[in-house]
Nanobody, 121 residues
Framework: QVQLVESGGGLVQPGGSLRLSCAASGSIFSINTMGWYRQTTEKQRELVAVISSGGNTNYADSVKGRFTLSRDNAKNTVYLQMNSLKPEDTAVYYC???????????????WGQGTQVTVSS
């Protein structure tokens, strides 16, 4: 039983900010990477940002300098601080956790159900 609980999505005006949270819970041995992807009806799901267990981050070029991904390993939680939001950031944002459920298992990807972010005036 692994659950990813997302929060923080909503409607914001251009230039505004939102903070997304994703908490992994359940039977977890260790978490490798966590991050966020986003998807619209016009585009395939794309990487927004990912972070390793050691804190190394990777961002999509379109969000560099505006978004910041952080991780609280003790809480199995990642946070995506989104500043200077643009209408093109509008999408459903999905949390990803790559984790092992036991020491005898390989890593697998687990996805949240998605949270809507809408940037509009």
């Amino acid at each position: 039983q692994v659950q990813l609980v997302e929060s923080g999505g909503g409607l914001v005006q251009p230039g505004g900010s939102l903070r997304l949270s994703c908490a992994a819970s359940g039977s977890i041995f260790s978490i490798n990477t966590m991050g966020w992807y986003r998807q619209t009806t016009e585009k395939q799901r794309e990487l927004v940002a990912v972070i390793s267990s050691g804190g190394n981050t990777n961002y999509a070029d379109s969000v560099k300098g505006r978004f910041t991904l952080s991780r609280d390993n003790a809480k199995n939680t990642v946070y995506l601080q989104m500043n200077s939001l643009k209408p093109e950031d509008t999408a459903v944002y999905y949390c990803l956790a790559n984790l092992r459920r036991s020491r005898f298992s390989s890593t697998m990807d687990y996805w949240g159900q998605g949270t809507q972010v809408t940037v509009s005036s």
